[in-house]
């Protein structure tokens, strides 16, 4: 068995970013030269073929692997740019629940084989494509904006993590990292978003990132590039790429992004992962 990292990019909330954080993380694992796979469990929707621009070369899919009608290596679709980063796309199939447990199971257990990393993008919702996708991990990131409602869901996820995982199955905690995207400046200033510690105190989730609102996210998205490897040197490309870092065990600090300084502003003292 080799030593694959599964990892669940999750949020309960839908449109929080859980799409571009797998993408960009997923290649930032891959610029990091580690055998990475990152699957799309959004059945039905299929975004991150678009987010990774790979649509076009999509053949099979997990529902086709799951019902034995491709073989793992047929479905993997290589990245253009990275030889070491895969995507296993969503099927775009109406049905639900086209996903099996033990299809998937099965999946995750030979992705084990091939890859260092595998990361699980998740659908919105608490309901069982959520639960499927966080089934295997090994550890969760959880995605939550500054809001309200966007902090609400993720207790329910973190809930569902220490309930319905092998890990917790096993007696074991699952490590989790909290990843704050879309952090807006302009709206921090006024007061309207929760601040980033208020995020963290109540979650009670060490944090592995702050990602700024940010325009070059669309851009990136729009030339079908994850933005860890459209536009390196971007604030939002920044921030994942050092959430990647924590992600592997470096203890950098968290800079918050500022106004004052621009974005390597104050860095974040709190609890941080
Ligand atoms: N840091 C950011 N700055 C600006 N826009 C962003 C940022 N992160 C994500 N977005 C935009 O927010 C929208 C939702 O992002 P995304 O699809 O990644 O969310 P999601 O959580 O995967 O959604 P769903 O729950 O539907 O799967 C997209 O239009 C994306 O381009
Ligand atoms: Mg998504």
Redesign the pocket.
Known sequence: MSNATVIVVT?G??????????AAIASALAKEGYQVCAIDF?VG?R?LDL?MGAERRVVFDLVNVVRGEASIKQALVRDKKLENLYLLPASQTRDKDALTEEGVASVINELRMYFDWIVC????GIERGATLAMRHADEAII?SNPEVSSVRDCDRIIGLLDAKTIVAEEGKRMPKHLLI???DIERAKTGDMLDVNDVVDILSVPLIGV????????KA?NVGLPVTLSDENSP?SKAYTEATQRLLGSDVPVTIPSEKKGFLGKLFKGRAA
Not at 13 to 22: A, P
């Open positions: 949020s909330k839908g449109g929080v970013g859980k799409t571009t954080s797998s959004d929707l975004n987010i993008d998740s659908p919105a995605v995207t879309r952090y990602i700024p609102e940010s325009r070059d996210v669309l998205s939002a």
